[in-house]
């Protein structure tokens, strides 16, 4: 299992942008495949993203795409979320996930998880 720790997130008017990092521990993150989840208050976790371990596959929710970037730099043991044109309904709890099956991450049945990352997106 690898350590993941988010950052980046905060407060940003509707229309605007914010790029989430999420820092993994380890020297084997190039075999882990990585995915962003969010949770808004009283709803469950969803899928947001998720990247293939060389970065060349990517996997966006349907809510999300078009909007959202999600890359990797594996020498630096780091994937972004860059999101834009933020609405309020964006708003959230977002957490990173590993895990070495890409499947897992699109699942949310993974091994590793970051502590989370507020975004709140005003009208």
């Known amino acids: 299992q690898v350590q993941l720790v988010e950052s980046g997130g905060g407060l940003v008017q509707a229309g605007g942008s914010l790029r989430l990092s999420c820092a993994a521990s380890?020297?084997?993150?190039?075999?882990?495949?990585m995915g962003w989840f969010r949770q808004a208050p009283g709803k469950e976790r969803e899928f947001v993203a998720a990247?293939?371990?060389?970065?060349?596959?990517?996997v966006y929710a349907d809510s999300v795409k078009g909007r959202f970037t999600l890359s990797r730099e594996n020498a630096k043991n780091t994937v972004y979320l860059q999101m834009n044109s933020l609405k309020p309904e964006d708003t959230a709890v977002y957490y990173c996930a590993a895990d070495t099956l890409a499947s897992s991450v699109v699942s949310g049945r993974v091994g590793s998880w970051g502590q989370g990352t507020q975004v709140t997106v005003s009208s």
């Open positions: 380890g020297r084997t993150f190039r075999s882990y495949a």
């Open positions: 990247i293939g371990w060389s970065g060349g596959t990517t």
